[in-house]
């Protein structure tokens, strides 16, 4: 039959039901053991299960006491009697630690009767904190039933079996601090080695006076914390509270209650004052940190030092201090900078200073400087004193530093709140000389480049100092050097790459009025270059004016870009009004002022910068504006036509060194043609405008500087021999050739007009050409027109070079000397004027030459006139004479040359032709195209020739050349200039 006690729910008993179901029974272990077991919700049920397993306890509580006491008859200690008679009876032992459990439950529960009282009452306050139209009360209520119980954050299971030091982490953690202090009074001396986590469980933003009892007082006596005292009242005292009976429970098997757990970060030992103090600084940083509520901290801070902890008066002031910061100092709503005690302890002077002022805008500066800043300052003024260092000038060094490291913006009412015309006491820099430091060093400090207007503001509220205004040459001299010394400082270097506004403070610190007021003329000069650059797109920092005062090279750089990049970023269509009022900007920055103090482009002459801005106009490619103004008649640009002229062929030049495309019809190339068409023509102007027509006339001919790589302009330019520039067009398109007024015309264009030399030479290189493509009626129409050409030359008494001789000859030998080439009286005629032009030394091997045509030509008219046998000689070859024309016999022209030829072994010499070849190839050394051998003359010879079989021989028998030696004066100068041999 199952037991009726343990079928009952624990929330069906009640103080009548436990006595019904437990007063009949007669074992009292089983009863107390019962009581123990059972945890209800009910005080008074639960204390009713206490008593009753307290008063059933007391028969072995007897039993054991009698034992432990009767130590007269027996010679065993009191502990070992008791440990037999637990051995023998282990159900004595365990209603003994029942009880022992029972008393502490009873304590317990006596303690939650107290934190009941406490949390009842907080409830009520909170229920009255309430609206009372709250519209969601009523739902609420039909969810739960009707009014929420404040009072059951803590159940008494929970109570009862919790740890005390967790149930008083979370009375904090709930804020039910009444019901803590309860907690800590009753049980002071378990909860104070964990007073600190409990401290750190309560809320930030919970005031420090809700919890003051629970807060770390000093001790002044002791000179550290005071200890949590225990108040619980214990009317009696139990036997099961003697430790030799707790020791003796524990010998025999039986665990003792577990002791309260010790959470980590437990303090077991009182704090000293300085770890104290240290305790203080970090909750009141928690407390700013996590909630930025600096007032809560404050009230933490005046608790601590009520007590007399030393230390937190100075802590009080900061806070005071901070709270300024933080509730004083203009952001926006949702920003939190995080500030703490610590970090502002950290913090310097300088950047309180800066913090202070981080929100402020230029409206709202004057006033956060005046209502935060002062203040703070006089604060640290006392501090100095107290501390006997006094820093008089410490107030003015921290405020003057905060304005040379602001922004021009921020510092301009500041100034404004300066101006010497105010009231001192309402200056907020009161004295004239920092003033205008401050604000030199500020602006030449500055790297802005488009506050022109913010400066000029600035400027306007210096001081002048009318009575103290430079006096003599000595003090003069003595402000100009301070001007030259401050461009050097400012220049950068290696140890310095850049000078800020505190070094430029540190600079102006010693200058007195009259170099201040110079710097300020100075300064005022600077202002109107700047806005003048500035208008133009090309801006300057403020400094650059003084680095670049006695720097030529830098002006003229700086006006060469302000003439090349005005009127670049403006959408509108240029105007030559425009560039007329560029024009007058740049002259007046060249000029000095009335007051002998050089602008921007003090260092260059009017005329320079009047050509530089030309210059900068042609380099713009705005030509159409350039040709406006250069030919208006009231003229703003003064330059001679000479310089205009050099000024066009300088840009024009520029652009075509740039352009990657010959062609002038595009590109850089065509903007430098046209920049040849602003200045009025003369010799210097078409001259290079032909030879930017050549240049583009040899890129469309694909000549190349290297194999796939095209001949850039820049090539073509710097190419020293322009005629070797022909060859490569003849070498590069086999039909170029063809085109021989064209060749000659772009010779002309290469600066050749008027060159006789150069058109013979050329039309030398065509003849050539012609030849190795075997175009013999070509060649010879050419050679013709340079025999005419040197003929016209004789006739009209001019002297022939020998140059002009030397190609003459060449060319006529070549061709006349060709076996493929059958127009026999045309290759007579050549010779003929070969023989008449060549040098005495190579006489012989043109008339061997000759010879051998003039054989064809008898056999020939031999078979035209049906003659079969020809007349004899008295040297063994034919006849003399020609039928049909005067005879002009081969030893009357051997005798009429024969006073120009010396005896000479160069009939018997194996390389007199090579001598005419090498002859040719002295003229075109230059030439990169090869001569290529005729077909026929390939198939009459024996085979292939390498360059060392192409070396000329003479038969010597007949005096003439074999026809290995024919075929290499055929090829003419291939081999000798590296073409490939085939």
């Not at 008593?51 to 010679?75: M, P, V």
């Not at 203080?280 to 007399?308: K, P």
């Not at 078409?686 to 000549?703: D, G, K, L, P």
Request: proline share 6%.
């Amino acid at each position: 039959m199952a037991n009726p006690w343990s079928t009952l729910a624990d929330e069906d008993l009640t103080p009548e039901s436990v006595h019904a179901h437990l007063d009949p029974c007669a074992d009292d272990r089983w009863v107390a053991a019962a009581c123990f077991d059972r945890l209800v919700f009910d005080i008074a049920t639960q204390r009713t299960l206490i008593d009753i397993g307290l008063q059933r306890s007391a028969s072995a509580l007897t039993r054991t006491c009698d034992i432990y006491s009767n130590t007269a008859s027996s010679s065993q200690s009191n502990t070992n009697l008791l440990f037999d008679h637990f051995l023998r009876e282990p159900l004595d032992a365990q209603v003994c630690h029942i009880r022992a459990r029972l008393r502490e439950r009873l304590d317990r529960l006596n303690t939650y009767v107290e934190l009941q009282k406490e949390l009842v009452a907080k409830g009520s306050e909170d229920a009255d904190d309430e609206w009372e139209d709250d519209p969601w009360a009523d739902e609420d209520l039909h969810h739960k039933g009707g009014q929420e119980d404040k009072s059951t954050v803590l159940s008494i299971p929970d109570f009862l079996t919790d740890d005390l030091p967790v149930t008083a982490l979370s009375l904090a953690a709930q804020e039910q601090l009444p019901a803590l202090g309860v907690l800590v009074e009753r049980h002071g001396d378990i909860l104070f080695p964990h007073r600190f986590t409990i401290l750190e469980s309560i809320p930030e933003h919970v005031p420090p006076s809700d919890y003051r009892q629970l807060l770390p007082i000093y001790d002044p006596l002791e000179d550290c914390e005071r200890r949590w005292s225990s108040k619980v009242p214990r009317s009696d005292t139990d036997w099961t509270d003697n430790l030799d009976v707790q020791s003796t429970l524990e010998q025999v098997g039986i665990k003792p209650p577990p002791s309260h757990e010790r959470i980590p970060g437990a303090v077991e030992a009182p704090l000293s004052s300085s770890a104290l103090l240290r305790w203080y600084h970090a909750q009141i940083d928690r407390i700013i940190s996590r909630t930025g509520n600096v007032d809560t901290a404050l009230a933490l801070t005046q608790h601590g030092a009520s007590s007399g902890l030393s230390g937190l008066d100075e802590v009080g002031e900061d806070l005071s201090l901070l709270s300024r910061l933080v509730y004083d100092t203009p952001r926006p709503a949702t920003e939190d900078e995080g500030h703490t005690l610590s970090g502002w302890s950290k913090m310097s002077p300088s950047e309180v200073v800066q913090s202070y002022l981080s929100k402020s805008t230029p409206a709202t500066v004057v006033k956060n400087i005046q209502r935060l800043v002062i203040p703070y300052l006089f604060v640290l003024e006392s501090r100095a004193e107290r501390s006997h260092n006094p820093d008089p000038s410490l107030r003015n060094r921290l405020l003057y530093e905060y304005i040379v490291n602001a922004s021009l913006e921020m510092a301009a009412p500041i100034f404004e709140a300066s101006k010497p015309t105010l009231p001192v006491v309402e200056r907020l820099i009161k004295d004239d000389e920092d003033l205008a430091r401050i604000a030199l060093a500020l602006l030449y400090g500055s790297d802005s480049l488009d506050e022109w207007a913010t400066m000029s503001r600035i400027f306007e509220c210096m001081p002048a100092w009318d009575s103290v205004y430079i006096a003599d040459a000595d003090e003069e001299d003595e402000a100009d050097t301070t001007i030259t010394s401050l461009g050097t400082f400012v220049a950068p270097s290696t140890a310095q790459p850049r000078v800020t506004a505190s070094d430029l403070l540190l600079f102006f610190q010693p200058l007195h009025a009259s170099s201040l007021s110079r710097a300020l003329d100075v300064l005022d000069v600077h202002l109107e270059s700047g806005e003048i650059l500035s208008r133009w797109n090309v801006p300057a920092r403020l400094r650059w004016f003084l680095q670049s005062a006695d720097d030529e090279n830098e002006q003229r750089s700086w006006a060469r870009r302000m003439a090349r990049r005005a009127g670049g970023s403006s959408d509108e269509p240029d105007s030559p009004e425009e560039y007329e009022w560029l024009l007058e900007d740049m002259v007046k920055l060249s000029n000095a002022g009335g007051s002998g103090l050089r602008s921007a482009f003090g260092l260059i002459p009017k005329d320079e910068v009047i050509s530089i801005f030309l210059s900068g106009l042609l380099n713009s490619g705005k030509f159409h504006i350039a040709e406006t103004l250069l030919h208006k008649p009231d003229s703003k640009i003064s330059l001679s036509p000479t310089a205009i002229e050099d000024i066009c062929l300088s840009c024009s030049r520029e652009f075509y060194d740039n352009a990657t495309d010959g062609n002038y019809k595009v590109g850089d190339m065509s903007i430098a043609y046209n920049c040849l068409t602003v200045p009025r023509p003369s010799d210097r102007i078409v001259r290079e405008q032909e030879f930017i027509e050549a240049t583009s006339r040899i890129c469309s001919f694909n000549v190349t500087s290297r194999p796939g790589i095209p001949i850039s302009p820049i090539e073509i330019r710097l190419t020293k021999d322009r005629l070797s520039l022909i060859s490569r067009v003849l070498s590069s398109n086999s039909e170029a050739y063809k085109h021989t007024e064209v060749i000659l015309d772009l010779v002309r264009k290469l600066g050749f007009k008027g060159d006789p030399t150069a058109e013979i030479k050329t039309l030398g290189m065509i003849a050539d050409v012609a030849l190795q493509n075997e175009d013999f009626d070509r060649a010879y129409k050419i050679d013709k027109r340079i025999i005419d050409f040197v003929a016209n030359l004789k006739d009209g008494g001019a002297e022939v070079g020998e140059e002009v001789k030397e190609v003459c000859w060449v060319a006529c030998y070549q061709l006349g000397r060709q076996p493929e080439f059958e127009d026999v009286q045309k290759k007579l005629h050549l010779l003929g004027c070969a023989l008449q032009l060549c040098p005495p030394e190579r006489v012989v091997e043109i008339l061997a030459a000759w010879r051998r045509v003039d054989e064809e030509d008898l056999e020939i008219r031999e078979e035209e006139l049906g003659s079969t046998k020809p007349l004899p000689s008295k040297n063994g070859r034919r006849g003399q004479t020609r039928p049909n024309e005067p005879g002009i016999g081969l030893k009357t022209i051997a005798d009429r040359l024969q006073k120009h030829i010396p005896p000479s072994p160069l009939v018997h010499t194996p390389d007199a032709a090579l001598l005419a070849s090498k002859t040719f190839s002295h003229i075109t050394a230059n030439f990169p195209f090869s001569v290529r051998s005729s077909s026929r003359a390939s198939q009459r010879s024996d085979g292939p020739a390498s360059p060392m079989m192409n070396r000329v021989s003479l038969d010597q028998d007949d005096g003439r050349p074999s026809m290995q030696a024919s075929r290499v004066i055929q090829k003419g100068i291939g081999w000798l200039i590296g073409a490939d041999e085939e």
